[in-house]
């Protein structure tokens, strides 16, 4: 069974500032476009999904499984227990364990089997920062309007797969909670989807104080390195100062 926890953020770097609306911002804001599930990984069904845990089954191959991981508390670490049936004995025993760590200073989330040894780290975001014109018009220089900041293009290449730490992944990326409902939905999108990449492009604003500023995202999600197949249009969220 696989195990995944991420690392603790000194509070200095914590997301000091996600409002409440930004979840509803971004079920407003957001639109999903279906994608062509054909990978081995299908039929997947919760059993609980709530701020401390996920738990759920679904299908690999010819074989069921069923993950169990928890939060903690700032929802920036995980455990995740995998679990294979037993055909001869209708149970589930457990096969892997992961434990994942993220960092918004490296940018990045490790992860580690503690069954098998392995380890492997994926990068949440690149720096890779453009501004094309159409997207320097929104550079208006008031401290009450959104500012035009940057945008950023950048993948994910888990190795080792779970809604859970594809949402880790994702919260490092919006600054959304890992366990929140668009973030969860994302992620079990994408653990179907048959690719072991996602893409992103992050728009970013700021408001407020030189010294201290509000950010917003406007974050869109794609299966394809191209970025035409979209998995989540337009997720939106928000963070104050201390933002890194």
């Known amino acids: 069974m696989k195990k995944v926890v991420l690392s603790?953020?000194?509070?200095?770097?914590?997301?000091?500032?996600?409002?409440?609306?930004?979840?509803?911002?971004?079920?407003?804001?957001?639109k999903v476009e279906e994608q062509n599930i054909t990978s081995?990984?299908?039929d997947v069904v919760f059993i609980e999904k709530s701020d401390e845990k996920l738990e759920y089954t679904?299908?690999?191959?010819?074989?069921?499984?069923?993950?169990?991981?928890?939060?903690?508390?700032n929802q920036t670490g995980l455990r995740s227990y995998i679990y294979k049936l037993d055909k001869d004995t209708g149970e589930y025993q457990k096969v892997d364990e992961l434990v994942s760590q993220l960092s918004f200073d490296k940018k990045e989330v490790s992860i580690e089997s503690l069954v098998t040894k392995e380890k492997d780290v994926m990068v949440v975001q690149?720096?890779?920062?453009?501004?094309?014109?159409?997207?320097?018009?929104?550079?208006?220089q008031a401290k009450d309007k959104w500012t035009y900041h940057g945008t950023v293009y950048g993948d994910n290449k888990p190795k080792k797969w779970t809604i859970g730490v594809i949402g880790i992944s994702i919260a490092g990326i919006t600054r959304l909670p890992a366990a929140a409902k668009i973030v969860v939905s994302i992620?079990?999108?994408?653990?179907?989807?048959?690719?072991?990449v996602f893409y992103y492009k992050k728009v970013?604003?700021?408001k407020g104080p030189k010294l201290r500023p509000s950010f917003k995202f406007v974050t869109t999600f794609y299966a394809d390195k191209a970025r035409k197949k979209v998995i989540k249009?337009?997720?939106?969220?928000?963070?104050?100062?201390g933002y890194r």
């Open 204 to 206: 970013s604003y700021k």
């Open 8 to 30: 603790l953020i000194a509070s200095g770097f914590l997301v000091s500032g996600v409002l409440p609306s930004s979840l509803e911002s971004a079920r407003a804001e957001s």
């Open 126 to 140: 690149s720096n890779q920062n453009t501004a094309s014109l159409d997207e320097l018009e929104f550079s208006i």
């Open 187 to 196: 992620a079990n999108m994408t653990y179907q989807l048959a690719t072991d």
């Open 233 to 241: 249009k337009n997720v939106v969220s928000y963070v104050d100062s």
């Open 40 to 42: 081995d990984i299908k």
């Open 58 to 73: 679904y299908t690999k191959g010819n074989e069921k499984f069923k993950n169990v991981e928890y939060f903690n508390e």
